[in-house]
């Protein structure tokens, strides 16, 4: 019997796997993955520094105990570079593999800005426990210890990335061309609220602005912005976002748009290959609209839909809405954004509760569409999540 492969080995991946032992202890099931396979927690990645914790400490299962729990096997270091969907055959490095069923779960990629200067090759990204590792061993080198680190993009990551290395004592400069942090997530009352924060924190915001160059200057490195003001920093992190990574759906002649496109039940468009997690593009609705959904919720909701149907019985995918709670402790936010097809024509309303700052985002038909709240906590998530969908009095 042909196995089921699932093509990556992050939460995606780990999770459908083990959806899929939860239903069926016996059908072959084989993980393939580029990385070393090992599990971590990548949300753990952005606030580790001040955990003290190096990256060996965040991988709590290797490959081996993982192949080993989910009665898989599990084949690290092997890149897929081509599908076969026809022969139903992968190409890899570890020569060719057939399947009976395929799950794409191979994340997304950093997007890399294009800065001038002869340090710009040195901008480091973190979206895996290894680009952490790298992150780590550049900030503190024996001799150091504490860095200067200037980040590019105040959007979640970037803001939780400053947060948690001010709070180990790094000196932070935080650059974002909008005029707020989270511009893109959270209404500007909390954005500015975030602001303060950050700013009581001792990082060195700038705004409305873009890093132009990168050059060495000795030792340390120099970020020239766009507004003329130039930066020392020893370290430069990018933040600016990541795109789903379509390279073996698109040489597969799979329908891709910003990620891979999937149906309701996380089938792509050729039979048998499913896709979930950072490379998938979901159905938000039945008007057609669909989107990637970066986060650990999706993630689940898929998962669980998809080893399903994989094992016989056709589920859809239900999303739910699910607040991202945004991980900086010195302002603890928790938000739905509103959908992008629902911000023309809506508008945020802000609520000041004693010391939380309540935003509702109310569409152009005047219903809650999204909300942020801060500081966050469980009781006024679940009020919120529960009025979505309400009508304005
Ligand atoms: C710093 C950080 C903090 C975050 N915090 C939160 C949070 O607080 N809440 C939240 O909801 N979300 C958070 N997210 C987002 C969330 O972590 C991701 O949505 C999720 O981890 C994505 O998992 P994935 O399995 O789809 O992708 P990945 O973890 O990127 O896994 C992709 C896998 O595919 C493999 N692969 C790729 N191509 C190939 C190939 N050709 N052949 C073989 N293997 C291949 C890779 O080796 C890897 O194992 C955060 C993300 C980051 C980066």
Redesign the pocket.
């Known amino acids: 019997m042909k196995p089921i492969i699932i093509?990556?080995?992050?939460?995606?991946?780990?999770?459908l796997a083990r959806e899929l032992r939860r239903l069926d202890k016996v059908i072959p099931l084989t993980i393939?993955?580029?990385?070393d396979?090992g599990y971590y927690?990548?949300?753990?990645?952005?606030n580790a520094f001040a955990q003290k914790k190096v990256a060996a400490q965040l991988i709590t299962q290797s490959a081996t105990q993982m192949a080993e729990q989910l009665q898989a096997t599990v084949l690290p270091g092997?890149?897929?570079?081509n599908i076969d969907s026809t022969a139903k055959i992968l190409d890899?490095s570890a020569g060719p593999f057939e399947y009976d069923k395929l799950v794409l779960?191979?994340?997304?990629q950093p997007i890399r800005l294009h800065i001038d200067g002869d340090a710009s090759d040195t901008v480091l990204s973190?979206?895996?426990i290894i680009d952490y590792a790298t992150f780590r061993t550049k900030l503190l080198p024996e001799h150091r210890a504490s860095a200067r680190v200037t980040i590019l993009g105040a959007g979640?990551?970037g803001c939780?990335?400053a947060d948690d290395l001010a709070a180990h004592g790094h000196a932070i400069t935080l650059i974002d061309p909008n005029a707020l942090p989270l511009a893109a997530l959270a209404a500007p009352a909390l954005s500015q609220g975030l602001q303060k924060a950050l700013t009581s924190r001792g990082i060195n915001l700038h705004l409305g602005t873009t890093a132009t160059r990168i050059d060495h200057a000795g030792e340390a490195l120099q970020v020239t912005l766009a507004n003329g003001e130039t930066i020392t920093t020893d370290v430069v992190l990018t933040?600016v976002g990541?795109r789903p990574?379509l390279?073996?759906a698109t040489a597969a002649q799979l329908k891709t748009d910003r990620g891979i496109l999937v149906d309701d039940h996380g089938c792509t468009s050729a039979a048998d290959i499913y896709a979930?997690?950072?490379?998938?593009e979901y159905r938000l609705d039945n008007q057609g609209r669909t989107s990637p959904l970066?986060?650990?919720?999706?993630?689940m909701s898929a998962a669980r839909a998809i080893a399903k149907t994989l094992t016989g019985e056709n589920t859809q995918i239900e999303l739910k809405d699910?607040p991202?709670?945004?991980?900086t402790p010195s302002y603890p936010l928790a938000l739905v954004p509103p959908p992008r097809h629902a911000i023309e024509g809506g508008r945020w309303e802000t609520e000041q509760d004693g010391e939380k700052t309540i935003c509702r985002f109310f569409n152009a038909e005047n219903i809650m569409v999204g909300f942020g709240v801060a500081p966050q906590e469980a009781k006024a998530r679940q009020a919120l999540l529960a009025a979505l969908g309400t009508k304005a009095d």
């Open positions: 093509i990556g080995a992050g939460m995606a991946a780990y999770t393939i993955t580029a990385d396979g927690s990548k949300p753990m990645l952005s092997v890149q897929v570079n890899t779960a191979v994340g997304a973190v979206n895996h979640l990551i939780e990335f933040a990541l990574d390279r073996l979930l997690g950072d490379c998938a970066p986060y650990i919720a999706p993630i699910a991202v709670i945004v991980k």
